[in-house]
C-alpha cells in the first residue's frame, strides 16, 4: 500500500509519521532535538534530528512504498541561506525579538493593522534584520529549509507559514507595502499554497533513505496548523480546543477573521480559513494551586452537572489576550471556599466560560457558530473538565483522530499526492 510522510520540526524535537490512503497512522517515530546538539538555532542540528527521525520510521515501513512527504516547523522562525541553500548563520527562532528599533517603527508605518508581520517576534522583521547584517540569497522559514534539504528547493514557502512575514493570504501574493516597510522582496521565497507539489525527492535524499525517485516534496504549514489538521477537524464551523499550559482555541471558517485588537489573524487552508487566539488562562492556573494527583482526586468529588456557585476569571496575574484584549484585566478567583473540591470546580467552570465566550466572540467577529468540538492537551483527558465544558459549551464532543502535528502534515502530503495522482 502506498504511503506518504508527514515531517513536525518543533522545539523540542522532530517527529515523524507515516500515514495510508485512508488516514491510519501506519508507523511513528522521533527524536529529541537536544540528542543531536545543544543549540537549538543550528540549522545543523535540526538536519541531523531530521535524519535520525525520519530514518527510524522508514526502518519501520517499507521507504520504497512512499509517495510523498511534507514538512511543518515552528512559525515564525527564520534562517538566512546563500544560493546553495546553506544557512549564512544561526536562525531566529520563532520566540526571539527583533531588537531594532527602526525595523520595527518602519513595519508599524507601512503594514495594515491587521497584518501578523507587526511585533518584535515577525518573521518579516527577522528577514529584515538579516538583510541589514548579512547578504543572504533568500531568507526563509525553518520549515522551507527542512523540506529544501529533501527536495533540493530553497525559493518556496507555503501561505501559513509566510503569514507572520507579511503574506497577504486574501489577494494571494507579497504585498508592495513590505518593500515600502525597507524590506527587499527579492530575500523572500516564492509562496504556494500548503499540499501543493513542488517537486521530486532530490536524488541523493532518496538513496539515503530508500525512497522511490517518483516520490515527491508537497508544501507544508506551520506547527500550529498541522496541530489543527491532526484532530480530524475538516468542516466549517470546526473546532479544536488545546488544555495545555494556556488555552487556545480554533475553528475552521469559510471567510478569514481579522481583528488587531485581539491579535487575531487567519491561516488559508485551501479555500477555508484557520482562525483562532489564546487566552492567559489554562493550565498554568490549576498547577498554580494543586499538583496533578490533586486535581485527578479531587475532580472525582466533583458532580460536572451541577454548578460550582463561584464566577471566576482564573489568571496568574494582570492581563488577557483573547476573549478579554485587557493588559490590565485582574484576575477573579475569590471568594476561596474551605472545599478544595469546590475551589477546584469554579476554577474548571472559569476556563470552560472564557473557552465558550471566545468561540462565541469568533462568530461575532465573522467566523461560523461553533458546531462540533475537538480536544487537545493534558486537560482534555480530564473527563469531569470535559462533562463541565461539554455542558457550557452545549455542541458534540468529537475524538481527535490524533494529537501528533506530523499526523496534520501527513494529511496534507495525502492531498498533494492525490493531486499528482500517486493515489
Same mark, same amino acid.
Given at each position: 500500500m502506498s504511503l506518504v510522510v508527514g515531517i513536525d520540526v518543533g522545539t523540542s524535537g522532530v517527529r515523524a509519521v507515516a500515514m495510508d490512503p485512508s488516514g491510519t497512522v501506519a508507523a511513528q517515530a522521533g527524536t529529541r532535538m537536544a540528542e543531536h546538539g545543544e543549540n537549538g538555532r543550528d540549522p545543523a542540528v535540526w538536519l541531523r534530528a531530521l535524519q535520525a527521525a525520519l530514518g527510524d520510521l522508514l526502518s519501520r515501513i517499507d521507504p520504497a512504498a512512499v509517495v510523498a512527504l511534507a514538512v511543518d516547523g515552528t512559525s515564525g522562525t527564520m534562517l538566512p541561506i546563500d544560493r546553495d541553500g546553506r544557512p549564512l548563520t544561526d536562525a531566529l527562532m520563532y520566540s526571539d525579538p527583533v531588537a531594532d528599533a527602526g525595523i520595527l517603527a518602519a513595519i508599524a508605518a507601512a503594514a495594515p493593522a491587521e497584518s501578523a508581520a507587526h511585533g518584535p517576534t515577525s518573521g518579516l522583521a527577522k528577514a529584515m534584520r538579516f538583510g541589514k547584517t548579512l547578504t543572504p540569497w533568500r531568507v526563509i522559514h525553518q520549515?522551507?529549509?527542512?523540506?529544501?534539504?529533501?527536495?533540493?528547493?530553497? =525559493?518556496?514557502?507555503? &501561505?501559513?507559514? $509566510?503569514?507572520? %512575514?507579511?503574506?497577504?493570504? *486574501?489577494?494571494? +501574493?507579497?504585498?508592495?507595502?513590505?518593500?515600502?516597510?525597507?524590506?527587499?522582496? =527579492?530575500?523572500?521565497? &516564492?509562496?504556494? $499554497?500548503?499540499? %501543493?507539489?513542488?517537486?521530486? *525527492?532530490?536524488? +541523493?535524499?532518496?538513496?539515503?533513505?530508500?525512497?522511490?525517485?517518483?516520490?515527491?516534496?508537497?508544501?507544508?504549514t506551520t506547527d500550529g496548523c498541522a496541530s489543527f489538521l491532526a484532530t480530524g477537524a475538516a468542516v466549517i464551523g470546526d473546532g479544536v480546543t488545546a488544555l495545555g499550559s494556556s488555552l487556545t482555541v480554533k475553528v475552521l471558517s469559510d471567510k478569514p477573521i481579522f481583528s488587531p485588537r485581539f491579535g487575531l489573524y487567519s491561516h488559508r487552508i485551501g479555500d477555508r480559513w484557520l482562525a483562532g487566539g489564546a487566552s492567559n488562562t489554562g493550565g498554568k492556573v490549576l498547577a498554580h494551586y494543586f499538583p496533578v494527583e490533586w486535581i485527578v482526586a479531587l475532580s472525582e468529588r466533583i458532580d460536572p452537572e451541577r454548578r460550582s456557585g463561584l464566577d471566576y476569571y482564573p489568571l496568574l496575574g494582570n492581563g488577557e489576550r483573547f476573549p478579554v484584549a485587557d493588559p490590565e484585566l485582574a484576575p477573579r478567583m475569590e471568594p476561596r471556599p474551605d472545599d478544595d473540591s469546590l475551589f477546584l470546580h469554579g476554577i474548571l467552570e472559569g476556563i470552560a466560560g472564557i473557552e465558550a465566550r471566545a468561540y462565541a466572540l469568533l462568530a461575532e467577529l465573522g467566523g461560523p457558530r461553533l458546531a462540533s468540538l475537538r480536544s487537545v492537551g493534558g486537560g482534555a483527558a480530564n473527563p469531569v473538565w470535559t462533562a463541565?465544558?461539554?455542558?457550557?459549551?452545549?455542541?458534540?464532543?468529537?475524538?481527535?483522530?490524533?494529537?501528533?502535528?506530523a499526523a496534520g502534515t501527513a494529511r496534507l502530503a495525502l492531498q498533494g499526492a492525490r493531486a499528482e495522482g500517486l493515489l
Open positions: 520549515a522551507d529549509w527542512i523540506a529544501g534539504q529533501l527536495s533540493g528547493r530553497f =525559493d518556496v514557502s507555503d &501561505e501559513n507559514n $509566510a503569514l507572520k %512575514t507579511g503574506y497577504d493570504p *486574501v489577494a494571494r +501574493r507579497w504585498p508592495d507595502w513590505i518593500a515600502a516597510a525597507g524590506a527587499d522582496p =527579492d530575500l523572500l521565497p &516564492e509562496v504556494v $499554497a500548503p499540499a %501543493t507539489p513542488v517537486g521530486r *525527492v532530490d536524488a +541523493r535524499e532518496a538513496r539515503r533513505f530508500g525512497l522511490p525517485s517518483q516520490a515527491i516534496v508537497v508544501a507544508g463541565i465544558r461539554r455542558r457550557r459549551l452545549d455542541v458534540p464532543f468529537l475524538p481527535a483522530l490524533s494529537e501528533e502535528a
